[in-house]
C-alpha cells in the first residue's frame, strides 16, 4: 500500500495575524460573575430610620462609599452598557475598581455582569485627581477594558462625576442586607439591597416584614449610576 504523503499547508503572515488576533480576543473574553441583587426604594428619610430602627440589633457595620465613574471621551464603554467605577472605602482605607455591563432591573430585581479588582487607595486617588492616569495603570480590569473596548490600544479616560454613599450593613434573618443613603448633587435616596441566588425568596421575605411593620417602599426602577446620569431622583 502506498502512503500518501502530508500535505504541506501555507500558512501566510495575513494568517498568523488573525489567528494571534482571534487569540487575544478569546483570552479578552472573560465571562464575569454576574451579580444578582433585589433592591427596593424607600421614599424618604423617615422610612430609611424606620427600617434601619426595626432592625438595629442586626447591625454589623457602616461603610462610607465615594464612587466615581469613567469612561472614554468618545463613550467607549457606555455604547456597549458598561461602566467603570472606582470606588473608595471610608477615605483612603481601600479602593476598588469594577466594571458592570448590561444590567437590567426588573419588579426590583437587578443583574449585571460585574468583574471587581482591589487596588493601592493611593493610586486611585492619583488617577481620581488625574483621570488620564487610570488607562496606564497595572490593572487587570483596565487591561480587560483595553481589550474589550479599545481594541488593546491605551485608553484615555475622562471622570464621569459620581456621588457618595453611607452603608449600614445587617446580617438579618440568613440574609446580608445593606441599607443605603445616597447623596447625589441633585438630592438624596434610600434603598435596601441584598444580594442573593434567591432574589424572589428574598422579595417575599423582605415586602412581608415592611408591610408588616408599615414601612413604605417601592421596587426599584433604576440603578443608582442611572439616577445618576439622569441628575434627577426617580
Known amino acids: ?42 421614599p424618604d428619610a423617615a422610612a430609611h430610620s424606620k427600617f434601619k430602627s426595626l432592625i438595629s440589633e442586626f447591625h454589623i457595620k457602616t461603610v462610607n462609599q465615594q464612587n466615581l465613574f469613567f469612561d472614554t471621551p468618545a463613550a467607549a464603554l457606555a455604547s456597549e452598557r458598561a461602566v467603570l467605577r472606582l470606588r473608595f472605602l471610608d477615605g483612603v482605607t481601600r479602593c476598588v475598581v469594577s466594571l458592570k ?21 493611593v493610586l486611585g486617588r492619583a488617577c481620581a485627581a488625574d483621570p488620564m492616569k487610570l488607562g496606564s495603570i497595572d490593572s487587570r480590569i483596565v487591561r480587560r477594558c483595553r481589550d ?23 446580617q438579618w434573618r440568613g440574609m446580608k442586607l445593606e441599607v443605603d443613603e445616597t447623596k447625589y448633587a441633585f438630592g438624596v435616596s434610600y434603598e435596601i439591597e441584598c444580594e442573593s441566588e434567591d432574589p ?18 417601592k421596587y426599584s426602577e433604576m440603578s443608582k449610576f442611572a439616577v445618576f446620569r439622569s441628575g434627577k431622583l426617580p
Do not use: W
Open 1 to 42: 500500500m502506498l502512503r500518501r504523503k502530508p500535505t504541506k499547508i501555507e500558512v501566510t503572515i495575513e494568517d498568523k495575524e488573525e489567528i494571534e488576533e482571534a487569540r487575544s480576543r478569546a483570552a479578552a473574553a472573560v465571562i464575569s460573575p454576574m451579580e444578582v441583587e433585589v433592591k427596593l426604594g424607600l
Open 101 to 121: 455591563a448590561r444590567a437590567v432591573l426588573v419588579d426590583g430585581v437587578s443583574r449585571v455582569e460585574e468583574d471587581e479588582e482591589e487596588i493601592d487607595p
Open 148 to 170: 474589550e473596548f479599545g481594541d488593546g490600544k491605551e485608553m484615555g479616560f475622562v471622570c464621569l462625576g459620581g456621588f457618595e454613599n453611607v452603608r449600614d450593613v445587617y
Open 200 to 217: 424572589e425568596g428574598v422579595k417575599k421575605e423582605l415586602e412581608g416584614f415592611l408591610k408588616e411593620n408599615g414601612v413604605d417602599y
